[in-house]
């Protein structure tokens, strides 16, 4: 089965600031992981993929399978990146159409 | 708005009546997805239709729901016999090709179940 976990639902942060959103996957095979983003009255959307190795509005992610994580990380927080962060998973295997994500962290930035 | 679309956008309805919900993918989508989300949840996999043919879905969906994607266009998610635990978001997402490429969200269905 597959889970991902991220351990913290609110994370408050003042501007400027480095920010760290933690997840940890459990996944027998070789996973897909994504990041989607929330900000307030909008859409669920995608923020950035670990295949296409991008950066995105400032934040990066890597996957690390030895500790089964996949942080994403920004240097310099801002105020605009208040919102809910979710990760997610995709498995690898055949007919793995599905995405399984967390439970979210809400990210406040502080001004 | 060019994006997936979704009615109606909330549903108040009682215990034990029938609903159906539309989503509306992006033209050129031939993969759709459906998800519920409750709160303080993450969206949960309901189901997942690739043109017209339903090809996953999640062990979630008990026999009270079923989806629909008759040309391969637009999808229904229909509830029977509802109950309190249906209450939830329910999300229609739309991609281009496979489950790695970016999933466009609607605004989602918001349900309640008195």
């Known amino acids: 089965a597959q889970r991902v976990t991220q351990p913290e639902k609110l994370l408050s942060v003042f501007k400027g600031a480095p920010v760290e959103l933690k997840c940890n996957y459990s996944?027998?095979?070789?996973?897909?992981l994504f990041w989607y983003v929330q900000y307030s009255r909008q859409r669920l959307q995608l923020l950035l993929r670990?295949?296409s190795r991008e950066s995105i509005k400032g934040f990066t992610a890597d996957l690390n399978k030895g500790e089964t994580s996949f942080h994403l990380k920004k240097p310099f927080a801002q105020e605009e990146d208040s919102a809910m962060y979710y990760c997610?998973?995709?498995?690898?295997?055949?007919?793995?159409?599905?995405?399984?994500f967390g439970k979210g962290t809400k990210l406040s930035v502080i001004p | 708005d060019t994006g997936v679309s979704q009615d109606p956008r909330h549903k108040i309805t009682k215990r034990g009546q029938n609903v159906t919900f539309r989503c509306d993918p992006i033209?050129?989508?031939?993969?759709l997805y459906w998800y519920r989300q409750t709160l303080g949840q993450g969206p949960e996999f309901l189901t997942y239709?690739?043109?017209?043919?339903?090809?996953?879905k999640s062990r979630l969906l008990s026999d009270r729901f079923s989806a629909e994607r008759p040309k391969g266009s637009f999808s229904t998610l229909e509830i029977q016999r509802t109950e309190q635990g249906d209450s939830a978001m329910y999300l229609c997402?739309?991609?281009?090709?496979?489950?790695?490429?970016?999933?466009?969200f609607g605004s989602g269905t918001q349900l309640s179940v008195l």
């Open positions: 996944y027998s095979g070789s996973p897909e």
């Open positions: 033209s050129e989508h031939n993969r």
């Open positions: 997402a739309s991609s281009h090709r496979g489950p790695y490429e970016k999933l466009f």
């Open positions: 997610a998973l995709s498995g690898s295997g055949a007919g793995s159409y599905q995405l399984t």
């Open positions: 239709f690739q043109n017209e043919a339903q090809l996953e």
């Open positions: 670990h295949i």
